[in-house]
């Protein structure tokens, strides 16, 4: 077991294009968060998933984001219509459970240009 | 919601010193609060945690603190390296996910 994984870990793409990030959670953790960072920030919460089922969303998940995680086990989450504020670092993180720690993935920067 | 503060913003000390860095929360459910240290292009890395129901937790250099009353708790980093130079953002976590403080830039001076 290596950790959370996330790729891709670099993204360049242009104004109004769809991207789609995919994290693949320590094995046997059951939560599933996504979190966004802005540079001199910390993490914002996006959403959370228990398994398969999406729990609770942020109000910063405008209806351009989605994201899934199919089989309770890896997590996409893909940006539509890409404007240049969602240039950010796109984080992942994973637990075992509710009150347990959650440990980050090394992020997907996006640059929308 | 909760709303998590952290300071300083910056901290620079020479090596061999000590570090404090304190945040506040004002959501009272919230009954865990994890450390984490970031280097730059990486991903946060967990350090330490305390819960609710400790007032104190060490690991080796690492150390934390918390006050439930006055709803602050703090990172203390003894004998500094120029290794511990990093982001630290402390959290804290009142129900499902984690708020986070604005963070803290540790120089640790050789």
């Known amino acids: 077991d290596t950790g959370v994984s996330q790729n891709p870990r670099h993204k360049i793409t242009k104004r109004g294009q769809n991207v789609t990030f995919r994290c693949d959670p320590i094995s046997e953790h059951n939560r599933l968060y996504w979190y966004r960072q802005t540079l001199g920030q910390g993490p914002e919460f996006l959403t959370y998933f228990q398994n398969e089922a999406q729990l609770e969303k942020s109000r910063l998940l405008s209806d351009r984001f989605s994201a899934e995680r199919p089989k309770g086990s890896f997590s996409t989450l893909e940006i539509q219509r890409t404007e240049q504020g969602d240039s950010a670092m796109y984080l992942c993180?994973?637990?075992?459970?509710?009150?347990?720690?959650?440990?980050f993935g090394q992020g997907t920067r996006l640059t929308v240009v | 919601g909760e709303n998590v503060e952290q300071h300083p913003s910056t901290l620079s000390v020479q090596e061999g010193d000590s570090a404090v860095i304190k945040c506040t929360y004002s959501d009272s459910a919230s009954n865990y609060f994890p450390w984490y240290k970031q280097e730059l292009g990486k991903g946060p890395q967990l350090i330490i945690d305390?819960?609710?129901?400790?007032g104190e937790k060490k690991d080796q250099r690492i150390a934390v603190t918390l006050n439930k009353t006055a709803k602050h708790f703090s990172l203390h980093i003894t004998e500094t390296q120029p290794e511990d130079s990093a982001v630290y953002f402390c959290?804290?976590?009142?129900?499902?996910?984690?708020?986070f403080g604005t963070g803290t830039s540790l120089t640790v001076i050789p």
């Open positions: 959290a804290a976590r009142p129900a499902n996910q984690f708020y």
């Open positions: 993180a994973s637990s075992v459970g509710s009150n347990t720690e959650a440990f």
């Open positions: 305390i819960r609710s129901n400790v």
